[in-house]
């Protein structure tokens, strides 16, 4: 069973930058490809960047294209998501994910996809 801890979130202010850190447990990058999304308050979660980390593929949702970052390091075993430019509309709970899917269902980022999930990480963008 994979197991999912994030951390490195917090408050900035709107332009600035955060990195956020998902280490990942009991993980077979050969089988798993792995996702970031958020959830603001009111609204629901929604994906923003995936990767799939035996091969480097990434995929990235409209609205963050240009200023995020997904990455892995596989000996730290430990996903990232580089955050640059950031707006008040960024503000959420930020999840990592993973999936044992294929890399096309994986790039749709839908919740059903993705059978493990971390307890979050609060950023916060101040105008």
């Known amino acids: 069973q994979v197991q999912l801890v994030e951390s490195g979130g917090g408050s900035v202010q709107a332009g600035g930058s955060l990195r956020l850190s998902c280490a990942v447990s009991r993980f077979t990058y050969t089988t798993y490809c792995m996702a970031w999304f958020r959830q603001a308050p009111g609204k629901e979660r929604e994906g923003v960047a995936a990767i799939l980390p035996r091969d480097g593929s990434t995929y990235y949702v409209d609205f963050v294209k240009g200023r995020f970052t997904i990455s892995h390091d596989n000996a730290k075993n430990t996903l990232y998501l580089q955050m640059d430019s950031l707006k008040p509309e960024d503000t959420a709970m930020y999840y990592c994910?993973?999936?044992?899917?294929?890399?096309?269902?994986?790039?749709?980022?839908?919740?059903?996809?993705?059978?493990?999930w971390g307890q979050g990480t609060q950023v916060t963008v101040s105008s």
């Open positions: 994910a993973a999936s044992a899917a294929s890399w096309f269902f994986c790039r749709l980022m839908r919740l059903s996809q993705y059978s493990t």
